[in-house]
């Protein structure tokens, strides 16, 4: 009977041991997350008119990884009110040139990302595109870890 506790008491021990391990290690960061802020301009960097912004019917982005290779293609970029009250995103007649934020998760945990947002008018004519420079992926464990990236589209 001794045997059999001691030997239960070890197996306790060493399970509780291996669940705190996995509980360090962060096992339970498996993703990163990105805060992506489009923007829209002219070819020259410079404000986009308001009949230029009128014309824009939506937004797409795609994301490519550091092999080149499609993550993400097509994504309609939503549209909404932020918590300020203001319109964000992109809807016909009512796109900002500063479109505002997104955010996007990934489970890669290493590796680099590339997001390129384009815009259309109603005829689904491409008007402006813009791509960001890689984005370096790293483990998302605090706010501080997510990702900035800044796309302009010209």
């Not at 339970?28 to 990105?34: K, M, R």
């Not at 912004?53 to 994301?63: D, H, K």
């Not at 505002?100 to 998760?105: E, L, R, T, V």
């Not at 960001?132 to 464990?141: D, E, N, R, Y």
């Amino acid at each position: 009977m001794r045997l059999s506790t001691r030997l239960s008491r070890t197996l306790l021990a060493v399970g509780m041991l291996a669940g705190a391990a996995l509980g360090f290690s962060g096992c339970s960061q498996d993703y990163a997350l990105f805060k992506v802020h489009l923007q829209l301009q002219t070819a020259n960097g410079g404000q986009l008119t308001p009949d230029d912004l009128a014309s824009v019917a939506y937004c797409q982005m795609s994301i490519t990884d550091e092999n080149n290779e499609a993550v993400l293609t097509k994504y309609k970029l939503n549209t909404g009110v932020d918590s300020s009250g203001n319109f964000r995103g992109c809807y016909t007649s009512k796109t900002p040139s500063d479109v505002g934020f997104f955010s996007y998760s990934t489970s890669r945990t290493s590796g680099s990302l590339t997001f390129s947002v384009t815009s259309y008018d109603d005829t689904d004519k491409q008007l402006e595109t813009g791509t960001s420079t890689p984005a370096q992926v790293k483990p998302f464990h605090v706010a501080a870890d997510e990702i900035p990236v800044s796309v302009i589209a010209k």
